[in-house]
């Protein structure tokens, strides 16, 4: 014990006697962190101190003839990194039912979160205390707090670990208990879990190591002593001959690494890692120009081209489906924003439009509309804003002009029209799962097509399309399950739905919309609402203008749709499989909906989060929470994540305990030459079960209202 007290307090002097050097002499590469064989920076097999730039996304593998881990890492706030990891064991199988299985490796699936407690400063390292698989089945579970420090091109880390990274107990714990040292490394129910009862327990070891960045910048090499003695493996005949690990990274750009080591002194580990930023991701446009100022105030309403004007406001601001109203005091647009996300664009072209016709007007006035229904209403003082477009005083911004308050009814006499009542779409759609037990990555792939009419201002008739171009739905097997559950199969239907249909009508409704006062939204609907179920329902929300806070509520009594038919229901419950020879049941009419609290914290260290919590009753007709959880990075970027917990056990809910998923918003822009309002959502989720599931509506009133809230552009996943 003596002995290793002395080496963790020699190691602690060595970082600290480096304290003093400075880590930014203009000799050295600037040292850049790089990703763990799990993912998430570190050194190879333990993590370090340091944290990635805020918006930092990764993707990477690590391979070697014991574990494959398939890994994307996000540093979600300067502060707090989030890994999500699937890894594949060759030498084991998903189960022994060939016919269930077939030859998939057994996966893990696991998350792990870090969190920096403070940032490397002069006598300081950068320290951070983390969680590893903390929501996986307890393959790699661990716990750590970790210091980094800089000395010239040397990056040292000192550590303490607990669970898979403390297994050696250098530190403390009693082997005599077990490899674990008496930790509980089992996992509750059908695993997915959170086992905080086991976390910083068990053996209890020192880690630590160095990255040296070479003289070359693209190359850099690590060492690093572990605190696993690899005694506690799932993977079958693994040895450790020696604690110490050797590595290099070679940089092929901004862009992404390739990762060499040799392991546990007898095995060789390959990995590479892509990666970009969500705050720096940007398109260079080729945009449509502002027009120049014409700086004339001559013309009466009447001797105005508002077909051109309204025209221009299309090409030119973005605004589309509009109507101009004028007289001599007041210049009203109403439209819908279709080109930019960030709305100071739009406001100085169009106010540049509408002061270039040399209307005598005091205010243009610009109502926002999605869904035919106002949302905000944008007033630009005519006199104000002519001062700006003159620059006649330093750091002059259209902003100075502006005003957004809750719309109001136009003024004066409509003189243009470029509103259409119908529209048509096609978009790609993407639905994936990893980790499944007939396949490690299911999918479908296809294009979705849509129209709709609007038969008055408030009520839309429409619906949607869905063409399979590629799947392999074919090998998911859940139809029925072998535990006995009794769940209704609402979503785990989904072969027949997908792989057995090759085009489909996934929505077939009319929508009703209405507003009432300035900050109450409805919207009701009826048909066939998305591709599994038909019904009616409706939606009311509750978001006064510029509020981080709204509520909503949604209530929907639906039925499952009989996927052999396009347009048929089940009437009955219970069914037959005559495949596995079992009786399995659907949905065949229930109420199911949620009560929902938006909420934008406006909080420096947890800024640009949408939280969303929601509580009510499924489509299988369990009750309980979904909490979403999203960040909107500088570029547009949205990533989030979400969890539904119902009063479902693990047991009955299945493998992966309770409903978990992915998704990133990405705006087109970004991979366009062309600014666009429009988004492209990539969803997974680890697998396809009944529980916690919510029903798919077409409108979401919380995301037709985001320009309500100022930079807010989070879409309804």
């Not at 693994?238 to 690990?245: A, C, L, M, R, W």
């Not at 070679?250 to 590479?272: H, K, M, Q, V």
């Not at 949607?464 to 769940?487: E, H, M, Q, W």
Request: glycine share 10%; with cysteine.
């Amino acid at each position: 014990m003596h002995h290793r007290l002395f080496t963790l307090s020699s190691l602690s002097l060595a970082m600290m006697t480096a304290l003093p050097v400075s880590a930014n002499d203009q000799h050295i590469t600037p040292f850049t962190p790089t990703q763990s064989d799990f993912g998430g920076v570190g050194l190879m097999q333990v993590p370090t101190g340091r944290v990635a730039p805020e918006g930092e996304f990764s993707l990477g593998v690590t391979m070697n003839g014991d574990y494959h881990h398939y890994h994307t890492s996000l540093q979600l706030m300067p502060w707090m990194e989030a890994t999500i990891r699937y890894t594949q064991v060759p030498e084991r199988r998903y189960s022994n039912d060939e016919s269930f299985s077939g030859d998939t490796y057994y996966t893990d699936k696991g998350i792990d979160v870090k969190l920096r407690l403070w940032e490397e400063s002069y006598w300081l390292p950068e320290t951070s205390v983390g969680i590893r698989d903390m929501g996986g089945t307890g393959l790699f579970d661990g716990e750590y707090i970790a210091a980094s420090k800089h000395m010239g091109p040397l990056d040292f880390t000192l550590g303490v670990g607990w669970g898979y990274l403390g297994n050696r107990a250098n530190l403390a714990g009693d082997k005599t208990q077990g490899t674990d040292c008496g930790r509980d490394t089992s996992f509750k129910g059908k695993g997915g879990s959170f086992d905080y009862s086991r976390w910083f327990t068990g053996c209890m070891s020192v880690f630590g190591g160095v990255e040296y960045q070479t003289p070359y910048a693209p190359l850099s090499l690590k060492l690093e002593y572990e605190g696993n003695d690899y005694r506690s493996e799932f993977a079958p005949n693994i040895v450790q001959d020696s604690p110490f690990n050797l590595g290099a990274v070679y940089r092929l750009g901004d862009w992404g690494d390739i990762r060499a080591s040799y392991e546990r002194g007898n095995t060789w580990t390959l990995g590479f890692t892509l990666k970009t930023n969500f705050n720096t991701l940007k398109q260079n446009w080729v945009d449509t120009p502002t027009p120049a100022y014409q700086n004339t105030v001559t013309k009466n309403v009447d001797d105005i081209d508002w077909d051109k004007v309204a025209v221009d406001l299309k090409t030119i601001a973005g605004y589309s489906q509009t109507k101009v109203y004028a007289d001599n005091n007041t210049v009203t647009v109403v439209g819908s924003q279709s080109k930019y996300r960030d709305r100071d664009f739009a406001h100085e072209k169009a106010a540049m439009i509408l002061a270039n016709t040399g209307s005598t007007a005091k205010e243009f006035v610009l109502i926002e509309e999605q869904a035919n229904q106002p949302t905000t209403q944008t007033t630009i003082d005519t006199v104000t804003y002519r001062k700006v477009a003159n620059q006649e005083y330093v750091g002059a911004h259209v902003s100075d002009a502006v005003t957004v308050v809750d719309p109001s009814s136009p003024r004066g006499m409509l003189q243009a029209d470029t509103s259409k009542p119908w529209s048509v779409s096609v978009s790609p759609t993407l639905q994936q799962s990893i980790g499944g037990s007939e396949d490690f990555y299911m999918f479908n792939l296809g294009v979705s097509g849509g129209a709709s009419y609007w038969l008055t201002d408030n009520f839309e008739v429409g619906g949607g399309v869905y063409v399979n171009l590629v799947d392999n739905y074919d090998k998911f097997l859940y139809d029925v399950p072998p535990d006995g559950t009794d769940l209704k199969r609402v979503r785990t239907l989904v072969r027949r739905y997908i792989s057995d249909n090759t085009v489909r009508v996934n929505n077939l409704q009319a929508t009703l919309f209405n507003q009432f006062g300035d900050n109450v939204y409805t919207q009701a609907y009826g048909g066939y609402l998305e591709s599994m179920f038909a019904g009616v329902g409706g939606e009311v929300l509750y978001r006064p203008l510029n509020s981080n806070w709204a509520f909503g509520l949604d209530l929907n009594y639906v039925v499952q749709r009989d996927p052999d038919t396009q347009f048929g229901i089940f009437t009955e419950e219970q069914h037959y499989d005559p495949t596995t020879g079992r009786y399995y049941r659907v949905q065949t009419g229930a109420p199911t909906g949620h009560f929902t609290t938006y909420y934008r914290p406006e909080w420096s260290w947890f800024d640009d989060l949408l939280i969303k919590a929601s509580v009510g009753q499924y489509l299988a007709e369990d009750k309980g929470v979904t909490l979403d959880v999203s960040k909107q990075f500088d570029s547009g970027v949205i990533a989030g994540a979400y969890l539904a917990k119902t009063n479902l056990s693990a047991e009955e809910f299945g493998e992966g305990s309770f409903n978990k998923g992915f998704y990133i918003s990405i705006p087109f822009d970004i991979f366009t030459v062309k600014p666009s309002a429009s988004r492209a959502v990539i969803g997974w989720t680890p697998l396809s079960r009944d529980g916690g599931q919510m029903l798919a509506r077409k409108y979401s009133l919380y995301s037709m209202t985001n320009a309500r809230y100022p930079n807010s552009e989070f879409t309804n996943r």
